[in-house]
């Protein structure tokens, strides 16, 4: 998950997500890859992420355990792997800043007076 770099900001993470343009792509399912992804992720940012992008049906606390559940790992994985932003703005949840996201690519770039 992205964070915000601004200089003096304590606050940045998670940054707030308005999506304006979503796309949608099947892709492989690979659970061994999402065994491996699962510890790296925020789960309360990424449940209230995937929510906003309208993927609904993920749990909202999570165990290791429930990496044995296929019901679950297929949840995961679509809300992880298949839906795309691909215009939008992550906005500071501190400052309000707002950083584009224009083909799918979050535009993270400071300006000079936030370095």
């Known amino acids: 998950m992205l964070a915000s770099n601004i200089k003096g900001v304590k606050n940045g993470f998670p ?19 999402l065994k491996r992804m699962f510890p790296k992720i925020e789960w309360v940012a990424f ?3 995937a929510a906003i992008v309208n993927v609904q049906g993920l749990p909202a606390s999570v165990t290791t355990e429930m990496l044995e559940d296929e019901g679950f790992l297929k949840a995961f994985h679509h809300a992880l792997l298949e839906v795309h932003v691909q215009e939008g703005r992550l906005i500071c949840p501190e400052t309000g800043r707002a950083f ?7 535009n993270m770039m400071l300006n000079e007076d936030e370095c």
Do not use: S
């Not at 999506?19 to 099947?26: G, V």
């Not at 584009?100 to 979050?106: A, S, T, Y």
């Open 15 to 33: 940054l707030r997500l308005e999506p304006k343009e979503l796309e949608t792509k099947e892709v492989d399912f690979n659970p061994d890859f």
């Open 47 to 49: 449940r209230e992420a």
């Open 100 to 106: 584009e996201i224009n083909k799918g690519i979050p």
